[in-house]
């Protein structure tokens, strides 16, 4: 009896254990995007440098990157350098401006170079909303389709990025 | 090139506490002093090449090196240079490395002290810190290494610490947590090497009990701490939210504190063995729980780190490795260990019994509140959030009875107390406290808790001072000689009791006497509050070095006389956008006044709190009481006997 | 009886009773104090008992925040983009609130429909989301997603 006893507090315990770990997994499930196989909304948002007026239309046909940012987010100020070494290696991206101000954004792109081959302003947010976004930079890996292949929370570095760019074939 | 240092040391010290963690337990097996001795140096060469690596990585932030990803999202070249240091521990990878640091730092001093534990306990001691330690520096190393560079495309600034930590309490408060957190690792270890050599007598708890008590007390006066933090930074004039990060700290400080007194028990009478073993596995296990739910984003909270599910997965297999580990060595090993003393009813082995049950149950409710959630949605139930008034109506009563035992403890005897020895004090003790307590409750108009829980506060501080005279008074000396006499731990346990019963002051007055409104003001309004009349000036516009603020001026009349003038502060972090609010106080011991600034409502008018808190610092002075008492308790000379000796 | 059992008898009593007391105690407390989460989508469907305390939250809607002139009183509406309500406040909202962000309430459903809050959590910074909102949002997102094309609902 004593010896079944001494066992309880190791039972209790990996009980506890199992419920993080089922909680946990949640986590690991939640991450990716309810768009991921589904085509990207659609939109009509204006470009950052002409006001010209563009919809899904105007998307490559290759194989590209949606990448959200913004001038008052930190991690874009990290990722930056990083777009633009994608960009140099041939990688489209279209970036969206999210709930920032045109003039600031040009500034930026002015100062720390542009890896966009688009950028749309998002000023109030609500392409972001349809994406799903919960913050910046997030980043979407959108197949010749048309199709959201995979979404990354997050800035984009040497660690990250392979995986994303076996998404991008 | 120092991050890369930082990063070689990091992976040399996981080899050297590989190494620490096998060769001494081989020598302890074969019986050979060799391997044992070994112990010591290898504890010394791994925590130096932490200590290295920490040394690396503050370099990295003292000198921007924006290039290591780490200093890139955590710092920025417009900080003021001491948060650029502390920003270190101010995200998930530097605080592991604080840590993993702090636990060295532990290592290093049984390692120093290892002449006062016979020959082979302190290397198996070291051992099993080891172990913890190889789990620590490979989480670090294999999910969160805080030097992975960002080359060749190093960003010109740096993404700036979060504001919210920009204070000189979080500067302080993280280290003086861990060394609470992990210096119960000691403890954890004397513990599982009890259980390994089946060395477990009153000699052992005489060994640990030092070790815990300066844990204890850093613990006590980290959390003390990070109460003061949340009520002066948050800005909402509250000092404990039952935040399950405040539980995470507060779960090890319950347990830790059951694990105090159940030592003594071990160490004067040798029962309870068994379950003190139990005590200090489940104390550091606690920690462990707190440091996995602030990182693995399970549960949210205001002071939790971005959530990392991998990060998550890793730390819980560590839990389950260390815990579960020790859990099942304590179920087959612990069954020899058996105390056959009986106990009396009376015997301060009972007092200090009840203290054990009363505090483990308070650990318990404590993590039931805090993981309900968590349980609640692993069924399926739905989301759900335990209220603050929850863990209110569970903690009170309980604690106040266990409060109202911790002052009767110490009068009693080991084994057999005579009756008449309780039975006198207790009655006066018991008619003067609700006495004075019925008149300060009729003066006040105080409700019917407030009254009895001042009445514990008298209570607590009439047996503590007729328990030390009756001490000090007896036999043919002088009271100042015999005071003198008196051991060290005896005056720590009465300061840590004299502690609680500050603290249960603050708490009792601040909840029953305290002020709060919210207002709609402008320049040149005024408010009464309390008795005191606050003027709202003027608002200024102020730049600080990384923020442009909103400054109030308020000015506190009483009786038509000035007290104080207040400057609440809207502060507007540019690098991250964010608005932090810095309350504007003014401390008394009897009183605090508290001014936070809301949002801008309209041209001129704000939202503002205005706050007047009675006794509120007498919370942390009985936290600082406590902190005290615990290092008085360590600091016994009766520990520092070597071995054999 | 043995007096060593005799003891150890009403130990084991004292035990129980206080386990005993604390367990009821604690089952109590929690019936009192927790607080279930509800969606706007939920709350829509009436699936929110009314006179309990319980949490909400979603997305400030943008433009809908109204302040009276005299008072701190403030009213804005959160949607999780399915539904929205309104909730009512008396006192200071969080620094982060914002239109656009992320809330939590906590407070009351009323008849006429309207929440008030007794309390308002916002997010604590860009990254962090509250859990039962984004999950709310999820949820809303697949169903908007899975309805193939219908367009966002503003």
Redesign the interface.
């Known amino acids: 009896m004593r010896k079944i006893l001494l066992f309880l507090p190791l039972v209790m315990f990996l009980a506890l254990g199992g419920v993080f770990y089922s909680q946990l997994g949640k986590d690991v499930n939640?991450m990716p995007s309810?768009?991921v196989g589904?085509s990207v909304?659609?939109f009509t948002l204006v470009s950052l440098f002409d006001d010209e007026l563009v919809t899904n239309a105007d998307l490559p046909s290759t194989p590209y990157l949606i990448n959200f940012w913004g001038t008052w987010?930190p991690a874009c100020h990290i990722e930056h350098p990083f777009l633009n070494r994608l960009a140099q290696s041939g990688i489209t991206i279209i970036g969206i401006d999210h709930?920032d101000q045109q003039a600031l954004a040009l500034q930026w792109l002015e100062e720390k170079g542009n890896p966009y081959q688009q950028v749309l302003m998002d000023e109030?947010?609500?392409f972001g909303?349809?994406m799903?976004i919960?913050?910046?930079p997030e980043t979407f890996v959108v197949d010749s389709n048309g199709v959201v292949a995979y979404r990354h929370q997050?800035e984009i570095n040497e660690q990250n990025w392979p995986t994303m760019k076996e998404y991008l074939q | 090139m120092f991050p890369e240092v930082g990063q070689f040391s990091l992976i040399l010290s996981l080899f050297f506490a590989l190494l620490l963690s096998i060769l001494p337990l081989l020598g302890y097996w074969k019986g050979n002093r060799l391997l044992l001795s070994m112990a010591q140096p290898l504890t010394l060469i791994m925590s130096l090449l932490v200590l290295v690596s920490f040394v690396a990585l503050s370099s990295a932030f003292l000198t921007d090196d924006f290039s290591v990803l780490y200093v890139a999202q955590n710092s920025n070249s417009q900080l003021p240079i001491w948060y650029k240091f502390s920003a270190l521990w101010g995200s998930h990878e530097g605080s592991l490395l604080l840590w993993v640091l702090i636990l060295c730092g532990w290592c290093t001093a049984v390692a120093l002290k290892i002449r006062t534990l016979p020959l082979e306990i302190g290397p198996v001691v070291l051992a099993v810190l080891g172990t913890v330690c190889v789990g620590f520096l490979s989480f670090l190393l294999f999910t969160s290494s805080p030097f992975v560079r960002i080359l060749p495309d190093v960003p010109a600034d740096g993404g700036d610490l979060?504001p919210?930590l920009q204070d000189f309490g979080l500067i302080v408060h993280p280290p003086l947590l861990y060394m609470g957190y992990v210096g119960f690792a000691v403890a954890f270890a004397f513990a599982v090497t009890a259980l390994i050599t089946g060395n477990l007598n009153a000699a052992w708890a005489r060994w640990a009990r030092p070790w815990t008590a300066a844990s204890w007390a850093f613990l006590t006066l980290g959390i003390t701490l990070g109460s003061w933090w949340a009520y002066y930074e948050l800005?909402w004039g509250g000092w404990w939210f039952w935040d399950p990060v405040e539980n995470a700290s507060f779960m090890p400080w319950l347990a830790g504190t059951a694990l105090l007194h159940s030592l003594a028990v071990t160490e004067k009478r040798g029962v309870f063995k068994s379950w003190t073993v139990l005590l200090a596995i489940f104390t550091f296990s606690l920690s462990l729980l707190g440091a996995f739910l602030v990182r693995s984003g399970v549960l949210?909270s205001?002071h939790s780190f971005?959530a990392d599910p991998t990060r998550g997965v890793f730390i819980l297999g560590l839990l389950i490795v260390l815990v579960g580990g020790s859990l099942l060595l304590y179920a087959i090993r612990a069954a020899q260990v058996r105390s056959t003393v009986?106990?009396?009813?009376t015997g301060r082995e009972a007092w200090l019994l009840m203290n054990n049950?009363?505090l483990t149950?308070l650990t318990l409710?404590v993590l039931?509140?805090t993981l309900?959630p968590l349980l609640?949605d692993t069924l399926g139930l739905?989301?759900?959030?335990?209220?603050a008034?929850?863990f209110n109506?569970?903690f009170t009563?309980?604690a106040l009875l266990l409060i109202v035992l911790m002052a009767v403890g110490p009068l009693s005897k080991w084994h057999q107390t005579p009756t008449r020895l309780l039975l006198k004090p207790c009655g006066l003790a018991a008619m003067f406290s609700f006495g004075l307590s019925a008149v300060v409750v009729y003066c006040y108009e105080f409700g019917g808790l407030a009254f009895i829980s001042l009445a514990v506060v008298f209570w607590v501080v009439v047996l503590s001072f007729s328990d030390w005279f009756s001490k000090v008074s007896a036999g043919t000396k002088g009271i100042i000689p015999r005071a003198r006499q008196l051991p060290r731990n005896y005056y720590g346990m009465l300061l840590a009791h004299l502690g609680i019963a500050a603290t249960l002051v603050g708490i009792v007055l601040v909840s029953v006497n305290s002020e709060e409104s919210?207002?709609?003001l402008s320049p040149g309004d005024t408010a009464h509050i309390a008795g005191y009349e606050f003027q709202f000036d003027q608002m200024t516009r102020v730049t600080g070095p990384n923020y442009v603020s909103s400054k109030g001026q308020f000015t506190a009349y009483q009786n038509g006389r000035v007290v104080a003038t207040l400057f609440p502060e809207k502060r507007f972090f540019t690098t991250?956008?964010?608005?932090?609010?810095e309350a504007a106080l003014d401390a008394g011991l009897t009183r605090d006044l508290y001014v936070s600034l809301?949002?801008q409502?309209?041209e001129s008018a704000w939202?503002?709190?205005i706050y007047v808190k009675s006794f509120v610092r007498w919370i942390w002075l009985g936290g600082l009481l406590m902190m005290a008492g615990g290092l008085l308790a360590a600091l016994d000379k009766r520990y520092r006997k070597r071995a054999g000796a | 009886m043995h007096p060593?059992r005799q003891?150890?008898l009403?130990?084991v009593v004292a035990?129980v009773l206080?386990?005993g007391a604390?367990v009821g105690?604690?089952m109590y407390?929690?019936q009192?104090?927790?607080?279930?989460?509800f969606s706007p989508t939920q709350i829509a469907q009436g699936e929110a008992p009314q006179n309990t305390?319980i949490?909400a939250g979603g997305?400030v809607v943008?433009g809908s925040v109204k302040?009276d002139?005299?008072?701190?009183a403030v009213s804005f509406d959160v949607t999780d983009?399915e539904y929205s309500m309104t909730i009512e406040y008396l006192?200071?909202?969080p620094?982060?609130?914002r239109e656009?962000q992320g809330i939590v309430a906590?407070g009351e459903m009323m008849i006429d429909g309207v929440f008030k809050a007794s309390q308002v959590l916002a997010k604590?910074?860009?990254?962090?989301?509250?859990?039962?909102v984004?999950?709310a949002?999820?949820k809303a997102?697949?169903k908007k997603?899975t309805g193939a094309?219908s367009?966002?609902s503003?």
């Open positions: 939640y309810a768009l589904k909304p659609d987010c709930k109030i947010g609500h909303l349809d799903g919960t913050g910046a997050g | 979060n919210l800005g949210t205001v971005a009986s106990l009396g009813l049950i009363l149950v409710t039931l509140g309900y609640f739905g989301k759900i959030s335990v209220g008034p929850y109506s569970v009563p309980i919210m207002l709609r991250r956008q964010q608005v932090m609010t809301g949002e409502i309209d939202g503002v709190r | 060593v003891k150890r009403l130990w035990i206080i386990l604390v105690l604690v407390s929690l009192q104090n927790i607080n279930l989460f305390t949490r997305v943008d302040r002139p005299e008072t701190l983009y006192g200071i909202l620094d982060l609130f656009g906590q604590h910074d860009e990254e962090y989301m509250a859990p039962e984004s999950d949002l999820k997102e697949s997603v094309g367009a966002a503003f």
